[in-house]
């Protein structure tokens, strides 16, 4: 089975949307995003699948990855949304709590992966989350 690789434009970064040729379905989709946050790049990468997305945060030149946490609304409870780190300390870089109010305002579950080198301060990581959220309402399809 061959794939036909379309590499599209937007949100300030690159898309790349993959589709089966002989099913015409999407597969997966993923945007590549660059933050500069005082004077230091990040790396945001984002997955798209059919029913989950993974978000990767790193810094740019020093990516690792080094924790990951898993978070979804609960099927019975639609505003109650459940978490875990699933790779790395459980008391973790706040990964856990970012993957839930992505998971919260996607209404599906997401993966979120922090390198190590993503301060958990208050300029860095603030400014990070308020551009994968500015990205999220202005361009939902996306996500």
């Avoid at 230091?40 to 990468?45: A, G, L, P």
């Avoid at 409870?77 to 990964?95: R, W």
Wanted: glycine share 6%.
């Amino acid at each position: 089975m061959a794939y036909n690789n379309r590499l599209l434009f937007g949100i300030g970064g690159s898309k790349r949307e993959w589709k089966n040729e002989h099913v015409q379905t999407k597969i997966w989709f993923d945007i590549y995003q660059r933050v500069e946050v005082c004077e230091v790049q990040y790396n945001i990468r984002v997955l798209k699948m059919k029913d989950s997305v993974l978000f990767y945060i790193g810094q740019d030149k020093a990516e690792t990855f080094d924790e990951m946490a898993v978070a979804m609304p609960n099927a019975n409870n639609g505003t109650e949304v459940l978490g875990t780190t699933i790779i790395g300390p459980p008391d973790g870089s706040g990964a856990q709590d970012l993957a839930q109010r992505l998971a919260k305002r996607l209404k599906k579950q997401v993966y979120l992966s922090l390198g190590s080198s993503v301060p958990n301060d208050r300029i860095v990581r603030p400014s990070i989350e308020k551009k994968i959220f500015d990205d999220i309402k202005n361009n939902i399809e996306c996500f």
